[in-house]
């Protein structure tokens, strides 16, 4: 089981981008969250069996049409033992 946290940039605001993350999520299998920052940025948690999320990473990198991602930034956490993905923010 691995944890990663990342900050999605571009626009991902008003675009379903956490709607868009959580079925990248139900589809690799995975956990966590995301919600929008102030900043107009999206912070998502996941965690789960390597191949999962890296899985849902790589989706989350392309985003929902009439969406535009620019840049990812990915950082290692420890799992907290999420049980579902949730939508906040």
Same mark, same amino acid.
């Given at each position: 089981?691995?944890?990663?946290?990342?900050?999605?940039? +571009?626009?991902? !605001?008003?675009v379903g981008f956490r709607f868009f993350a959580r079925r990248a999520a139900e589809s690799a299998g995975v956990t966590g969250w995301a919600r929008n920052l102030p900043d107009g940025r999206v912070e998502t948690m996941v965690e789960g069996e390597e191949s +999962?999320?890296? !899985?849902?990473?790589?989706?989350?990198?392309?985003?929902?049409?009439?969406?535009?991602?620019?840049?990812?930034?990915?950082e290692e956490r420890a799992p907290e033992g999420l049980t579902a993905f949730r939508i906040t923010g």
């Open positions: 089981m691995i944890a990663r946290r990342a900050i999605v940039s +571009g626009r991902v !605001q008003g +999962g999320v890296e !899985q849902y990473l790589a989706k989350i990198r392309r985003g929902p049409i009439g969406g535009r991602v620019d840049q990812v930034e990915v």
